[in-house]
């Protein structure tokens, strides 16, 4: 795992309304496999340690930036054609995965990606979820 992305939401629960969201990205540039505590070195990884090259961290925000307004203009002169593009490009679907969330971990099978883009998945006992959060791993 070389990112992860972490978000925050607070709602008034008697009115429904968000008070805020917070989206946060975070990206392992440098570190050596040595950096990570011992649980994690089988598991997490850098673009150092999985390339040999170090980025440098300005360099990579703003590619990442103009790839995401690139992303954003595409998705809105055609959203079919970037959901088809998008499902193309996605590893995870037709895929074993493993789910984590808050009622714990199960084994599922990754199906399509949704027009919304929730993943909607198959559980052990053959029934069909979409699931819109949640941490999956590929198995």
């Excluded at 002169?77 to 895929?95: P, S």
Aim: charged share 20%; net charge negative; glycine share 10%.
């Amino acid at each position: 795992k070389l990112a992860g992305i972490l978000t925050e939401l607070s709602v008034t629960p008697e009115r429904g309304l968000t008070n805020y969201i917070v989206v946060g990205v975070g990206i392992n540039c440098c570190q050596r496999m040595e950096d990570f505590p011992p649980e994690l070195r089988y598991t997490a990884g850098s673009i150092f340690s999985e390339s040999g090259f170090v980025c440098d961290r300005g360099t990579l925000i703003s590619a990442i930036i103009a790839e995401l307004d690139a992303m954003y203009t595409a998705w809105c002169a055609d959203k079919t054609a970037y959901h088809e593009e998008y499902c193309g490009l996605c590893k995870t679907t037709g895929r074993e995965i493993t789910l984590g969330s808050s009622y714990g971990e199960a084994t599922v099978t990754a199906l399509t990606v949704e027009p919304d883009f929730g993943l909607r998945i198959r559980t052990p006992d053959g029934q069909e979820l979409v699931i819109k959060s949640g941490e999956i791993s590929v198995l």
